[in-house]
């Protein structure tokens, strides 16, 4: 079995983790546009790629599907997964399955308005968001949601031009400057991520791994400890499944109160999934089982509370004084 990790980057841990699982029982391929990705040097073998958006891009996936013969592919980076979702019979074509949840899922992860609203169809706890000033300050005036607000991108990721607003002239201001932006309540709760695994085969929840968030950088979890309650793994196992989402996925959480609210889901491995993967919730372990053609194991909350991660930062050293170095 050969396993092809697209946008392989800087998550040298993910690559680590599959390569360990297959055991020399097949090779785990990286891809990245730059060869100073240092994710890819862990693999067993890599391909230097154009960028996402050049043309070509999916033809050269599909080359190497081939070429490696590829079981399994699944990307680390947003705009590359829609890409994987809505290409998927390309890829079966070849096959190679893509570890990704159904396109209009995907596409609706992307769209924080999108997932509001889905959100809301579900009766689910979520904070209230808003497209439109004028209702926005209709429903503050109402006494229905107050300052601070957090003005975002509708679409966007690695918590990129997030503002935290404390009145309306810093709200106009922002309005005025930025297209697509909507306005989201202001979550004053304890922080949690969710590590996610729904079977391939099955669809059903087989891994929940939560922790509770303490420090965030660039987007990512920095400093965690993990944590458990029966009550929000109900809550996951309902939400994704009731969706349909499919492989590893990633999830941001509030407790305010005894109410949690989901706030943001990631369709894929999320920057903090080291974590989950050193408690034991072994996620390289399902999507190989799967790609066999087995099943999971129901196996949500199996690790103990109170571990925490703390990440640091390592270098890698390359002599690259014949090649053309990348950005």
């Given at each position: 079995m050969n396993l092809l990790i697209l946008s392989a980057g800087t998550r040298n841990k993910v690559v680590q983790y599959f390569k360990k699982e297959l055991g020399g029982n097949g090779k785990v391929i990286a891809t990245d546009c730059s060869n100073l990705a240092p994710a890819i040097y862990e693999a067993d073998k890599f391909y230097i790629v154009p960028r996402i958006t050049e043309p070509g891009y999916l033809d050269t996936l599909l080359d190497i599907c081939k070429k490696e013969n590829i079981t399994g592919a699944f990307s680390l980076i947003d705009p590359e997964l829609s890409l994987l979702a809505k290409e998927r019979e390309k890829f079966i074509e070849v096959g190679t399955t893509p570890i990704i949840s159904p396109y209009d899922l995907v596409e609706i992860c992307f769209d924080k308005y999108k997932m509001y609203e889905l959100l809301c169809e579900m009766h689910i706890p979520t904070g209230r968001c808003y497209m439109d000033k004028d209702a926005f300050h209709q429903a503050r005036a109402k006494g229905e949601i107050s300052y601070p607000v957090f003005v975002k991108p509708v679409k966007g990721s690695a918590s990129l031009h997030i503002n935290k607003v404390y009145g309306a002239e810093e709200l106009d201001v922002l309005f005025d400057l930025y297209d697509d932006l909507m306005i989201q309540e202001f979550m004053d709760g304890t922080e949690?991520?969710?590590?996610?695994?729904?079977?391939?085969?099955?669809?059903?929840?087989?891994?929940?791994?939560?922790?509770?968030?303490?420090?965030?950088?660039?987007?990512?979890?920095?400093?965690?400890?993990?944590?458990?309650?029966?009550?929000?793994?109900?809550?996951?196992?309902?939400?994704?499944?009731?969706?349909?989402?499919?492989?590893?996925?990633?999830?941001?959480?509030?407790?305010?109160?005894?109410?949690?609210?989901?706030?943001?889901?990631?369709?894929?491995?999320?920057?903090?999934?080291?974590?989950?993967?050193?408690?034991?919730?072994?996620?390289?372990?399902?999507?190989?089982?799967?790609?066999?053609?087995?099943?999971?194991?129901?196996?949500?909350?199996?690790?103990?509370?109170?571990?925490?991660?703390?990440?640091?930062?390592?270098?890698?050293?390359?002599?690259?004084?014949?090649?053309?170095?990348?950005?």
């Open positions: 949690y991520g969710a590590d996610v695994y729904i079977d391939m085969l099955t669809g059903k929840c087989t891994s929940i791994f939560v922790k509770e968030k303490i420090k965030m950088r660039a987007g990512e979890t920095d400093k965690a400890v993990s944590y458990k309650d029966e009550e929000l793994f109900t809550l996951i196992e309902k939400f994704v499944e009731r969706c349909g989402f499919c492989g590893m996925i990633d999830m941001d959480i509030f407790r305010i109160g005894d109410v949690y609210y989901i706030s943001e889901v990631n369709p894929r491995f999320g920057g903090g999934y080291p974590h989950a993967h050193e408690c034991g919730v072994n996620m390289p372990e399902q999507v190989i089982r799967n790609l066999s053609g087995e099943s999971n194991p129901y196996a949500v909350g199996n690790y103990r509370p109170g571990i925490c991660m703390m990440k640091y930062n390592e270098v890698m050293i390359k002599n690259l004084n014949d090649t053309e170095m990348g950005a």
